[in-house]
C-alpha cells in the first residue's frame, strides 16, 4: 500500500534503539526524513547510518526530553534542519516496575517527567508546524494504561495520562487539522523485555526460552510481538490511508487487552 508519506518529516523520541529504532526505519522506507531523538548519541547515530544505507535522511539530536527546555529544542532542530515538521511519534520513556510501597519520589518524578510531560511539550512546540501541514500525532503509551497491575504502579498512571491527553489534543485536531492518535504495545521483544524475560529465568531457574515461554503462558499470548509490528502500526496511523481515524487508542498487543 502506498502510504503518501514521501517527501515527509517525523520527529521520533526514544529513536536510538527498540520501538523507536524500528519506527524510524519504518518510516524512512516510506520516504520520510527522520529527526530522532534520545539520550544515547552512539545508539542514534548507529540509526541515521542504517537509515542513510537506504537513501534516507536523519537529524541526530541527542537530548534528556525530561528536561523542559529540551522538546522545545528538538523540534526548533528539525525545522531548521528541514523546513518543516508533518509528524511527531512520542515513544520516549520506560517508567520503574517494582513493588508500590518499594518505589521512591524520584522515580514517580522520573516517570512523568519524560514519558508524560515530555510528549506534552513537544506536542506544543510542534503544534503550529502540525498545523501548518495538516499533519499528526502518535502517542506510543502502553497497555498498563487500561489495565492496572500492582507492578506497573507509576507506568500504569503514566500511560493512561497520556491516552487522555490524546483524547483531549485530538478534539482540538478535529478543529484544526491535525490527528492525534495513540497506539498501546503490548509485550513486544525490545531490551527490555529482553531483561524481564532474564529476571523470570533467574527466579525460576529455566532457560531463556522456557522463561519466554512461561511469561507468555502467563498473560495468556501465543507469542511476543516484534518492534516491526509496532512499526507498520505508526506508519499506518501517520499515513492518508487512516486519514479519517482520530482520537483512537489501538491497542497492538496480540489480544492481550481484553476490556473495552
Given at each position: 500500500m502506498h502510504l503518501g508519506l514521501n517527501g515527509k518529516v517525523a520527529l521520533i523520541t526514544g529513536a536510538s534503539q527498540g520501538l523507536g529504532r524500528a519506527m524510524a526505519l519504518r518510516l524512512a522506507q516510506e520516504g520520510m526524513a527522520i529527526a530522532a531523538a534520545a539520550r544515547n548519541e552512539a545508539n542514534l547515530h548507529g540509526v541515521a547510518r542504517e537509515i542513510e544505507a537506504i537513501g534516507g535522511r536523519c537529524l541526530v539530536h541527542p537530548a534528556d526530553l525530561s528536561q523542559p527546555a529540551a522538546p522545545a529544542a528538538f523540534a526548533a532542530a528539525a525545522e531548521k534542519q528541514f523546513g518543516r515538521i508533518d509528524l511527531v511519534v512520542n515513544n520516549a520513556g520506560a517508567t520503574a516496575r517494582g513493588d508500590f510501597l518499594a518505589l521512591t519520589e524520584q522515580q514517580w518524578?522520573?516517570?512523568?517527567?519524560?514519558?508524560?510531560?515530555?510528549?506534552?511539550?513537544?506536542?506544543?512546540?510542534?503544534?503550529?508546524l502540525l498545523v501548518a501541514g495538516q499533519g499528526s500525532i502518535v502517542n506510543i503509551a502502553g497497555v498498563?494504561?487500561?489495565?492496572?497491575?500492582?507492578?506497573?504502579?507509576?507506568?500504569?498512571?503514566?500511560?493512561?495520562?497520556?491516552?487522555?491527553?490524546?483524547?483531549?489534543?485530538?478534539?482540538?485536531?478535529?478543529?484544526?487539522?491535525?490527528?492525534?492518535?495513540?497506539?498501546?504495545?503490548g509485550y513486544i521483544e525490545t531490551n527490555r523485555l529482553t531483561q524481564r524475560v532474564a529476571l523470570y529465568?533467574?527466579?525460576?531457574?529455566?532457560?531463556?526460552?522456557?522463561?519466554?515461554?512461561g511469561i507468555a503462558h502467563e498473560a495468556g499470548l501465543p507469542r511476543f510481538g516484534q518492534?516491526?509490528?509496532?512499526?507498520?502500526?505508526?506508519?499506518?496511523?501517520?499515513?492518508?490511508?487512516?486519514?479519517?481515524?482520530?482520537?483512537?487508542?489501538l491497542d497492538v498487543d496480540g489480544g492481550l487487552t481484553r476490556t473495552l
Open positions: 518524578q522520573d516517570g512523568f517527567a519524560l514519558k508524560f510531560f515530555g510528549a506534552v511539550r513537544l506536542c506544543h512546540a510542534a503544534w503550529p498498563g494504561g487500561r489495565t492496572g497491575s500492582a507492578d506497573f504502579t507509576i507506568g500504569g498512571p503514566v500511560n493512561a495520562a497520556l491516552l487522555n491527553f490524546t483524547k483531549c489534543l485530538a478534539d482540538r485536531g478535529m478543529k484544526e487539522g491535525v490527528r492525534v492518535n495513540a497506539l498501546n504495545p529465568a533467574s527466579v525460576n531457574q529455566v532457560s531463556l526460552e522456557e522463561a519466554k515461554a518492534p516491526d509490528e509496532i512499526a507498520n502500526a505508526v506508519a499506518f496511523l501517520a499515513s492518508a490511508a487512516a486519514g479519517y481515524i482520530q482520537g483512537v487508542i
